[in-house]
Nanobody, 126 residues
């Protein structure tokens, strides 16, 4: 019943900005913690950022001060604003959701997210 749909990926140049979007259809979005993960060719899927339904965030060290996760509960949307992108940011970016409470800790663990989108490709050229 719950479906996540990512958009906004594409081919960009090093130093550019890009915003990814994820629409949640079904479920109770306001009680989902949302996350972004990415996977580069030949690499394991890695954590990028997460946000609680109340707006608390956590980001990977590799994207600190460059990427910002945000959400709009009224529109069932989560975003990833990507600034100063690097070639190492290249990969398929996945939106994920997990049902949570006010006291649920933020998680970097992919297995703790129950719902996943199909991914959107981001390619950064140098």
């Amino acid at each position: 019943q719950v479906r996540l749909v990512e958009s906004g990926g594409g081919l960009v140049q090093e130093g550019d900005s890009l915003r990814l979007s994820c629409k949640t259809v079904g479920g109770t979005f306001a009680r989902y913690a949302m996350g972004w993960f990415r996977q580069a060719p030949g690499k394991e899927r890695e954590f990028v950022a997460t946000i609680t339904w109340g707006g608390t965030t956590l980001s990977a060290d590799s994207v600190l001060d460059r990427f910002t996760i945000s959400r709009d509960n009224a529109e069932n949307m989560v975003y990833l604003q990507m600034n100063s992108v690097k070639p190492d940011d290249t990969g398929v970016y996945y939106c994920a959701a997990r049902y949570s409470t006010l006291q649920t800790p933020l998680s970097r663990i992919a297995n703790e997210y129950a719902y996943w989108g199909q991914g959107t490709q981001v390619t950064v050229s140098s």
